[in-house]
């Protein structure tokens, strides 16, 4: 049944979120009920660079540690995890702030777990890739906003190792 209204791999995806909250473990992917994603729409793709693509944009944007870090600890309980340790994950945006995602709504924001396979490092990779691409004019802001929100892991894979060279040198060894 999930197949046929969503396709196999939104399928096997629903069914991995479902299986991770009933059971209460991390999972590299965000609860899409919990944490759809936003977007800030005041980002345009006609106004990129004069926002996003802009030095110093996020720092401009994004919410204090106080407000993150009172939603981290809601949301690990909200999230169901086992592990409440709130250092082991990272406060994230789902829609990155690079790319037009909302800096402050509930909806972009959770936490990700650092010591996991896909841990917020590989999606900081992302990230920023994406943010390359989108000012470069490689992909449209539309377009990075619904493939990371749809499945951030699956947008890694397919831009990440062919965009490597985007990456700081320091970061380009580290990919697998």
């Given at each position: 049944m999930l197949k046929k209204a969503f396709g196999k791999r939104r399928a096997f995806f629903i069914c991995a979120v479902i299986s991770f909250s009933v059971f209460g473990q991390s999972s590299p992917l965000p609860d899409p009920r919990i944490t759809p994603g936003a977007i800030d729409t005041s980002v345009t793709q006609e106004n990129i660079h004069s926002t996003v693509c802009v030095r110093g944009y996020t720092g401009r944007v994004r919410p204090d540690k106080q407000y993150t870090n009172r939603l981290k600890h809601e949301q690990l309980r909200q999230y169901r995890y086992q592990d409440l340790n709130p250092a082991n994950y990272e406060q994230d945006h789902l829609i990155p702030l690079i790319i037009g995602g909302n800096p402050s709504?509930?909806?972009n924001l959770w936490p990700q777990p650092r010591l996991d396979e896909w841990s917020a490092e590989q999606k900081n990779?992302?990230?920023?890739?994406?943010?390359?691409?989108?000012?470069?004019?490689?992909?449209?802001?539309?377009?990075a906003q619904q493939r990371v929100a749809g499945n951030w892991i699956q947008a890694y894979k397919d831009w990440v190792p062919s965009h490597r060279y985007l990456l700081p040198k320091h970061r380009r060894n580290n990919l697998d």
């Open positions: 709504d509930p909806n990779d992302l990230e920023f890739v994406v943010y390359k691409m989108v000012c470069r004019g490689e992909i449209s802001l539309k377009e």
